[in-house]
């Protein structure tokens, strides 16, 4: 049997899995190395490539011993990959699935592993957005645990996904562990912390905090759904895990960093007792959007799209008209989807091509909303 080797570098060994975004395999590095090869999935277009280049870029400077290593990032000139094909390759982290880990896991101990590898991922999750980057895909599946007992460890792993944050975009991850503006596309850090809570929950309670296959009943359940209360899980590290469940990315920890403060807080209510652990070295540069003082012109603007209704926003030069409408239209579509309604149509462009569309003329409002943020000034109108 000829051996499949690509770029002349990396001999496929088999396949460990595969999805929407892609194949992974078990590969051969030229100078013996065992480690994995994630090949993205193709059909992207030249500029796509190159920012999944720019990505996985940043990625491979990333080095933590809670992530696996990035070795290379490349695009596939032979072998059996499409040519042009964006892949990158990591160590091979060894490890037990997580809820493996739980289900081997004495109950009198189970706390303690929870705690762990909140913990473990906290620091994960603080060096990747100290990079500037998002993993949008924290689930049981990708969480590994090493060790027994006192050195127990846990790796955050399938970096595939991680990326740089951007205002709106499609919803990437696993549905039922994606926090509510990342279903709307717009995950930032505290989506990361949510996918944590929500991996955490699951490993406590035994089954998802949400369940179903189909997408309809599944967002509804995340948007409306409060998560079940943990028994047998210590009073703080529970209300932790419900803070990292909330709603609303600011009810959540500002950041991973905050994260591992509070869990450093909550050890002495750990059993059998855990020691503090050093801070994360990372700090989160990635900083989640404020928008202080524009809650009331968002809240206009999506029930004005939520009633099927036209709006625009215009505003000075630093008002952040962008980040304010992308709010605003998240807001209207996670309304939409929780009572089960379609999704409000959304036109982007010059505000005098896109009232055109509209039958608009742009001097038309009605009930005007005003936000007047810091040094600026921004107006609604419908």
Known sequence: MVA??????????????????GRVFRVRDADGGIGVLKALATGATAAEERALLAEFGHLAGVEHRALPRVREVAVAQDG?????TVFFTAELVPGRPLLDAVAATPEAERARLLWSVARDLSDALAALHGAGLLHHDVTPANVLVQGDGAEVRAVLVDLGLASRAAALGAARGTPRYLAPEALAGAAEP??????????LHH?????????????????????????????????????????????RAAARLASAVALAAELDAI?????????????????????????IGADGVI????????????????????????????????????????????????????????????????????????????????????
Do not use: F
């Open 4 to 21: 499949e080797v690509v770029n002349g570098r990396y001999e496929i060994l088999g396949p460990l899995g595969a999805g929407r975004q």
């Open 80 to 84: 059996p990959l499409d040519a042009g």
């Open 190 to 199: 505290r989506s990361d912390l949510y996918g944590l809570g929500a991996t």
């Open 203 to 247: 490993a406590a309670a035994g089954a998802p905090r949400v369940r179903g296959g189909r997408a309809r009943p599944l967002v509804r359940a995340i948007l409306t759904r409060p998560p079940p209360p943990l028994p047998g899980v210590p009073a703080p590290l529970a209300a932790l895990i419900a803070r990292l469940l909330a709603k």
């Open 267 to 291: 050890a002495a209510a750990i059993a059998p007792p855990v020691r503090p652990r050093p801070a994360p070295a990372a700090r989160s540069m990635l900083a989640a959007p404020s928008l």
């Open 299 to 382: 809240a206009t603007l999506s029930r004005v799209l939520d009633d099927g209704g036209a709006a625009w926003l215009s505003g000075p030069h630093g008002a952040r008209v962008g980040d304010v409408l992308a709010a605003a239209v998240r807001a209207a579509q996670l309304a939409a989807a929780a009572a089960g309604r379609p999704m409000p149509a959304v036109r982007a462009g010059r505000l005098d091509a896109v009232a055109a569309a509209l039958g608009l003329a742009p001097g038309e409002s009605a009930a005007p909303a005003r936000w007047s943020p810091p040094r600026s000034a921004t107006t609604a109108r419908r």
